[in-house]
């Protein structure tokens, strides 16, 4: 199979993923950006297709595998991330509760000014559309932002 029929064959059957894709993350955004992850990565292992099968099956295993890995790396983030907002928005009166709030504080403080207003709103409860919106920035940027404020306060406070 050539490389230009392969690449009809998935951009007439990518209109078949957004519904799947809306029904794993009950979110537009989060489907819109599935979608195209998964034709990124379609694109990219093309060799793989075996000619001949079924290519929305492929499309389908490839968009789940990649909502499933991100779920599970999301899960980790996020255990790490409320256990941030738990101790940072709720008070802890021990000592070594104040000890670890000041701790928190004082990282999320030192964050450059960049990745400092995107994750206050973050940890606020706001959505990343509207951290963009209020920031003046695109969506993309918000995120990266928010995901390396979040690997420097895991490298602050594990220390």
């Known amino acids: 199979m050539g490389i230009q029929e392969f690449n009809n064959l998935v951009i007439n059957n990518a209109e078949s993923l957004r519904p ?13 950006d599935l979608c195209q992850e998964t034709l990124f990565k379609a694109f990219a292992y ?6 001949g099968t079924n290519i929305r099956a492929w499309l389908h295993t ?6 499933i890995n991100e779920y599970r790396r999301n899960g980790r983030k996020m255990l790490i991330m409320e256990a941030i907002k738990y101790t940072y928005v709720q008070p802890d ?8 709030n ?7 403080h030192q964050l450059p000014s960049i990745f400092k207003n995107a994750s206050l709103l973050y940890l606020e409860g706001y959505k990343y559309n509207e951290i963009a919106t209020a920031l003046n920035e695109p969506l993309g940027t918000i995120k990266s932002r928010i995901h390396f404020a979040k690997k420097l306060l895991q490298k602050q406070i594990t220390r």
Do not use: V
């Not at 799947?20 to 819109?32: C, G, H, P, S, V």
């Not at 490839?62 to 909502?67: K, L, S, V």
């Not at 000041?102 to 999320?108: C, L, P």
């Open 20 to 32: 799947f894709a809306i029904n794993l993350t009950r979110d537009y955004e989060n489907a819109r």
């Open 46 to 51: 093309r060799e793989k297709y075996q000619p």
């Open 62 to 67: 490839i968009m789940r595998n990649i909502f």
């Open 93 to 100: 009166n021990s000592s070594e509760g104040r000890l670890r």
């Open 102 to 108: 000041k701790e928190i504080t004082e990282a999320i």
